[in-house]
């Protein structure tokens, strides 16, 4: 079973910049699809980014062009960057790890991104 651990998250002004970090651990990291997700009050939860464990990426149409999803398989990590932040942004961010072979799906506890003056 795979423990993720989100780090990075705060309070930013609009049009500033964060990085998400998401630790994993207790699984074969290059075995897994990884992904950012976010959930703001009242809201459902949405996946914002994606990469493959061949580094193949994709976004959500709200976050292109703005976000930024990479991994480190020798340091078991994924991030996000984000620039040119919104208040619409305002969310907890939540990790995500699927197993490509069996489709086991894992989540974080989140990290909390407040985009405000």
């Known amino acids: 079973q795979v423990q993720l651990v989100e780090s990075g998250g705060g309070l930013v002004q609009p049009g500033g910049s964060l990085r998400l970090s998401c630790a994993a651990s207790g699984g074969r990291f290059s075995f897994y699809t990884m992904a950012w997700g976010r959930q703001a009050p009242g809201k459902q939860r949405e996946l914002v980014a994606v990469i493959t464990s061949g580094g193949g990426t994709d976004y959500a149409d709200s976050v292109k062009g703005r976000f930024t999803i990479s991994r480190d398989n020798a340091k078991n990590t994924v991030y996000l960057q984000m620039n040119s932040l919104k208040p619409d942004d305002t969310a907890l961010y939540y990790c995500?790890?699927?197993?490509?072979?069996?489709?086991?799906?894992?989540w974080g506890q989140g990290t909390q991104v407040t985009v405000s003056s």
């Open positions: 995500n790890a699927a197993h490509v072979f069996t489709g086991n799906t894992y």
